[in-house]
């Protein structure tokens, strides 16, 4: 008798088992499909912390060269100003660099037209020496377009050695602004002997023309083109007449090479133009 009793007692413990395995089964699985079910809406609607809308920006870049051919007012950047509403004009300089030839005036040029404020012919015109009978309005048609604000300068060497430029330049604005790039004479005038040279190669050598008479150790041929020109207070005398030295600043050849940013520096103080965040050069 006690036999059965325990049987009965264990298959009514089995029978529990099997019922609450089963209970147990059918709970878990309601759990897991409501789960799945839920995940699908936070991917549909994540969670973005404090509400903040994301917002997508477009952006149009444009690309435009720094440099042009004779800085026309077709330039793709200037077009781009006017698009925005902003309108380029030409202006006749306000300053000029006017010598001298073989000092380092094309240096000079391009190291200063980096600065944003400043606008340059892009090769020399030569108004005041050999284009002058055009007239100003000629000349100005030459210049590149300027917004307000930008400086706009040319340079042609040939104008320091011009006996007629000094005025001519004072009848446009005697409120210009002169840069002269001088250079150590006797190197001034070997680089401007090895350019004719270049050009022509049946020229004598140096020596017999800086030398009266070819003869070396003689006395020295002031009346000969590179020589003449290194004679910078022949020149210089003529400008003084109509601009003040004040108006008037050298730049060292030597040094635009050896140690541009000092010089450049002065010229940047000398024209006006606008230093950096901490006085620091735009230049460079």
């Not at 509400?51 to 077709?74: A, F, K, Q």
Request: proline share 6%; glycine share 6%.
């Amino acid at each position: 008798m006690e036999i059965l009793i325990s049987k009965k007692i264990i298959l009514a413990l089995i029978i529990l088992a099997i019922i609450s395995f089963y209970v147990t089964f059918i709970f878990n699985s309601c759990v897991v499909s409501s789960i799945s079910k839920a995940i699908p809406k936070w991917q549909l609607h994540p969670v973005i912390p404090n509400e903040v809308p994301v917002v997508h920006y477009t952006t149009s870049v444009r690309v435009v060269s720094l440099l042009e051919g004779n800085e026309t007012d077709i330039s793709p950047k200037y077009r781009l100003f006017r698009e925005q509403g902003l309108r380029p004009e030409r202006q006749l300089p306000s300053a000029l660099i006017i010598g001298v030839k073989k000092g380092g005036t094309r240096a000079l040029l391009e190291f200063i037209r980096i600065h944003p404020d400043v606008r340059a012919a892009g090769s020399e015109v030569h108004f005041f020496d050999k284009n002058y009978a055009k007239g100003f309005q000629w000349y100005r048609s030459r210049m590149p377009a300027t917004l307000e604000g930008q400086l706009t300068i040319e340079k042609t060497p040939s104008y320091f050695i011009t006996k007629e430029a000094p005025r001519r330049v004072q009848l446009m604005n005697p409120s210009t602004k002169l840069l002269v790039v001088v250079r150590d004479p006797v190197t001034r005038s070997v680089s401007d002997y090895a350019q004719a040279v270049s050009k022509k190669r049946d020229m004598k050598s140096f020596e017999n023309l800086v030398f009266v008479n070819g003869s070396i150790g003689s006395i020295i041929d002031t009346s000969w083109g590179p020589i003449k020109l290194g004679i910078y207070s022949r020149y210089l005398s003529r400008w003084l007449k109509f601009f003040p030295l004040s108006q008037l600043l050298f730049v060292s050849g030597e040094r635009l090479v050896l140690d541009p940013a000092i010089e450049l520096k002065r010229v940047q103080d000398f024209l006006g133009l606008k230093k950096g965040r901490y006085g620091e050069t735009l230049l460079f």
